[in-house]
């Protein structure tokens, strides 16, 4: 059974930078998708980056473009979001979810099977 944990969420003002964690265990697909999700509050989770494996192909946002990235640690493993110039519309909960079936295409959030539990972004302008 996959298991996804997050870390590394917090407060911190306009400008700033976070990373976070997603430490992956019991994932024995080959081929699946990974990444990050945010939602905000009264808003829908919408994909924020997003990782194809062994593809290697790289979805972000656009209004996170140039300023987020994501990025997969296989000797751990464990997937990261590494954000900079953070902005309080960036403000969510982020959640790390993979799709065992995804294919060569990403497909939306409601397609993942496995969930984290989220870790809370704050940011302050």
């Known amino acids: 059974q996959v298991q996804l944990v997050e870390s590394g969420g917090g407060s911190v003002q306009a400008g700033g930078s976070l990373k976070l964690s997603c430490e992956i265990s019991g994932n024995t697909y080959r081929n699946y998708c990974m990444g990050w999700f945010r939602q905000a509050p009264g808003k829908e989770r919408e994909g924020v980056a997003l990782l194809n494996i062994p593809g290697g192909n790289i979805y972000v946002n656009d209004s996170v473009e140039g300023r987020f990235s994501i990025s997969k640690d296989n000797t751990k493993p464990t997937l990261y979001l590494e954000m900079d110039s953070l902005e309080a519309e960036d403000t969510a909960i982020y959640y790390c979810?993979?799709?065992?079936?995804?294919?060569?295409?990403?497909?939306?959030?409601?397609?993942?099977?496995?969930w984290g539990q989220g870790t809370l972004v704050i940011v302050s302008s």
């Open positions: 979810g993979l799709d065992p079936w995804c294919g060569a295409h990403f497909r939306p959030w409601y397609e993942y099977v496995y």
